[in-house]
């Protein structure tokens, strides 16, 4: 198994890849935390930190034979974290900030076991970057757009399926910004933010239109989309499974949305990260029926 280990900062068609892999292959990521190791204790708060290094992504692996109008799917076998994480309050930023100091909890993750004050849960590790190079501008990896980046799903976890839109030759795969825990929002700015590894298996699927990352759980179909507000991203991603929705299962676009309307799963991924532009990026999603065709051709380069 190839294990990728550099970082960069950006989604980029100018970054030089680290590794070059075959559809099909299995691949370790390491990963650093959000702030790349600069948080070792509690007295350390965000405003003091160097943010031009947040964020950073592991890779990009270029995927041989992939090129644009091809799709690339990865298949998130396991995530292991560290024993500890942090979570963070950001200054201005969030729905309860104007009543919260800015503060750092360090929080020990032990044998799967988060503990907070007096309590403690089940961490269920995730993933918050993952995308693809865009075709254009450089795009920082504390942004979404529709080539993936910032995600901030918290269904993007082991066992999930993420697939990408290829924009450019090779494709260029990068990930990072593990969180142990996060909350559908990420309200406070982060989550329990901690470095660790990732495997996963690149799959490339040929000739297929995708304009914004989609996620198959064992039970849904999620489309992930951003803008700089709410209503603009709810449409994108209504739209966009929408299209995919309908060409599967031979419906026209009003019983679509009849359908979402009463089935339709939605949330929010991120909403409160201090940006400019703002980031608003959500996931709406359909039910898996058996009796209906994927919404996405399976059809694979092994």
């Not at 070059?20 to 935390?33: I, M, P, R």
């Not at 948080?39 to 950073?56: F, G, H, R, Y």
């Not at 450089?138 to 082991?158: E, P, T, Y």
């Not at 603009?232 to 299962?249: F, G, N, P």
């Amino acid at each position: 198994m190839q294990i990728i280990e550099k970082m960069v900062w950006t989604f980029s068609k100018n970054n030089t890849p680290s590794y070059k892999a075959n559809s099909g292959e299995v691949l370790l990521f390491k990963t650093q935390d959000c702030f790349n190791g600069q948080i070792k204790e509690e007295s350390q708060l965000v405003d003091e930190l160097d943010l031009t290094k947040a964020n950073p992504a592991t890779g990009p692996v270029y995927i041989n034979s992939a090129e644009p109008g091809d799709v690339l799917a990865v298949d998130i076998l396991d995530i292991t974290v560290a024993d500890a994480g942090f979570v963070c309050s950001i200054p201005a930023t969030g729905p309860l900030s104007h009543l919260a100091e800015v503060r750092t909890r360090v929080i020990p993750v032990t044998d799967g076991i988060a503990c907070f004050n007096d309590i403690s849960w089940h961490v269920d590790p995730m993933i918050g970057v993952i995308g693809t190079a865009p075709a254009e501008c450089d795009v920082a990896c504390g942004f979404m757009g529709d080539h993936g980046g910032n995600i901030d799903s918290k269904l993007i976890k082991r066992g999930t399926r993420v697939y990408l839109p290829v924009r450019i030759e090779g494709a260029l795969l990068q990930l990072g910004d593990l969180h142990a825990s996060q909350g559908d929002g990420e309200l406070c700015g982060t989550g329990i933010e901690i470095s660790g590894e990732v495997i996963a298996k690149v799959t490339l699927i040929k000739d297929f239109t995708l304009n914004w990352p989609l996620t198959e759980t064992s039970d849904y179909w999620y489309i992930n989309t951003t803008s700089d507000n709410y209503e603009k991203s709810l449409k994108l991603a209504c739209e966009e499974l929408q299209r995919l929705a309908c060409d599967s299962y031979n419906w026209d676009v009003t019983d679509f949305y009849l359908y979402l309307s009463v089935q339709g799963e939605t949330a929010m991924n991120q909403g409160t990260l201090p940006l400019s532009p703002p980031m608003v990026n959500v996931r709406i999603g359909i039910p898996k029926l058996a009796d209906k065709k994927c919404l996405i051709k399976k059809e694979a380069v092994l």
